[in-house]
């Protein structure tokens, strides 16, 4: 039936999948929250070290998130063609590939932390932020299998399992939480421990899903084994896609060199923080673009042109007018939204600063729905180089900036000027990419009606 719903009308098909995968998405982010509920309740230490820590977390996950879009794209695009038995391949090799991904990004992060963190000037909260991340490292082969499974189910447009495997792990990571930070006395490690034991709970539900054969795809002995086809497929999508997160993770990274400069540790989590609801609220554009992907891969399998476009249009059109909603609602209620993660005592004396980031941050909601459905859409015509490239540009010219903000180079606060080119740069991306990847589109279907 999911198959049947995928290949079928694409606003439908986009329907079907959208509210299971917000669901799914809004609850893990919820989790997000309480995480950082949690561990703002240790102090403001721990709150730096959360925000200080994220891009460290953001560049071990890189691969999963690529290997699972990949699987995504490359499994309907199969499906589309009618091609079963390649679909189960590419799922099969995207688990082997995620492993020996896991195991490399162990190693490396493990060996590069200490410099990284120095590098960062955040050298006082070392111990804190090796406290957060060793569980991550040592877990990480559950950690980025369960964003593989994910993106296999999606791919065959089981979103409803997907959602599962997503739910489950967000809810177990809640439950973790205060028994492992608190209950046991683990403090932050409990934290990062509590999210890889979740991890290890969702891919082995996923997982015994295709052992039991409850899936369209298979995973058995006949498809688990390396094919090297299969792999060049899958990295055809998934190898940019990984790049393009390792580039954001690395900016991120460094970017915090740049507001440390501007204004000590604490503006990292002034910077930080807000974002936890640009994200949440920007949820409904993340489940439409991870909607759009398999319908618009699909279509392209089959070669039907006019419903890869529909897709795209009616994806584009949801997509900002939720967006455009949010970004009024977030401006609103911005203070009463920021008490929430500003609770603890020591946390009280930056509520003024948090609340006008926030009320700056959520002029890029609309800006990132964009960039995802454009994403997307050069995603499931096997143009993923394209944004990984625009992730690039996009990246440096972010650097110069926050680079001449922090050295008082432009007539403006540091910090403040680092928000604001945050912003122009997020309206610069939306807008660049979309006018690329509607070009592209059309490039393909003049081709198309010339070989006709």
Not at 30 to 45: A, E, M
Not at 156 to 185: F, H, W
Request: glycine content about 10%; some cysteine.
């Amino acid at each position: 039936m999911d198959l049947e719903v995928l290949l079928g009308d694409p606003r439908k098909a986009v329907n079907s999948m959208f509210l299971p995968l917000f669901l799914a998405f809004a609850v893990v982010e919820v989790n997000q929250f309480v995480d950082v509920y949690w561990i703002s309740g240790l102090g403001k230490t721990y709150a730096e070290t959360i925000s200080t820590s994220a891009p460290f977390y953001i560049l071990m996950m890189c691969a999963g998130t690529g290997v699972g879009i990949g699987a995504t794209s490359t499994i309907a695009f199969r499906l589309g063609r009618g091609d079963l038995a390649k679909a189960s391949s590419i799922a099969s090799n995207a688990l082997i590939l995620g492993l020996a991904l896991a195991a490399a990004s162990s190693i490396t992060l493990a060996a590069l932390l200490p410099t990284a963190i120095g590098l960062m000037g955040a050298s006082d909260i070392e111990e804190e932020c090796w406290g957060y991340m060793l569980p991550f490292i040592l877990m990480s082969p559950a950690l980025l299998s369960q964003a593989i499974v994910a993106g296999c189910l999606r791919g065959e447009g089981a979103a409803r399992k997907s959602t599962m495997v997503q739910i489950s792990a967000a809810l177990s990571n809640m439950v973790l939480d205060p028994l492992l930070i608190y209950g046991l006395g683990m403090g932050i490690s409990g934290a990062g421990l509590a999210t890889g034991l979740a991890a290890l709970l969702a891919a082995s539900i996923g997982l015994g899903w295709y052992v039991r054969g409850k899936t369209a795809v298979r995973i058995d002995s006949s498809s688990f084994r390396p094919d090297a086809g299969s792999i060049r497929e899958l990295l055809g999508v998934g190898a940019p896609k990984t790049v393009q997160e390792f580039i954001t993770g690395t900016i991120a990274l460094l970017q915090r060199i740049f507001i440390i400069i501007a204004g000590g540790t604490s503006a990292v989590m002034v910077y930080n923080y807000p974002f936890k609801y640009t994200t949440l609220f920007g949820l409904p554009g993340k489940a439409i673009e991870n909607s759009m992907l398999p319908v618009a891969s699909a279509a392209f399998g089959k070669g039907d042109l006019d419903k890869m476009a529909r897709s795209f249009r009616y994806s584009l059109g949801l997509s900002l007018g939720i967006s455009l909603a949010s970004l009024a609602t977030v401006y609103a209620l911005a203070e009463p939204l920021m008490s929430f993660l500003a609770y603890e005592e020591t946390m009280r004396g930056v509520m003024p600063e948090l609340v006008s980031t926030l009320r700056l941050t959520v002029f890029v909601i609309p800006c990132i729905a964009m960039k995802g459905i454009a994403s997307s859409l050069l995603q499931s015509m096997k143009k993923a180089k394209v944004p990984m490239f625009f992730e690039m540009f996009s990246g440096t010219v972010r650097l110069t900036l926050y680079y001449m903000c922090a050295y008082g180079m432009l007539p403006v606060d540091p910090f403040q000027g680092i928000l604001y080119s945050m912003v122009a740069v997020h309206f610069m991306n939306a807008i660049c990419l979309m006018t690329i990847a509607v070009a592209e589109m059309r490039l393909i279907r003049r081709r198309s009606e010339t070989i006709m």
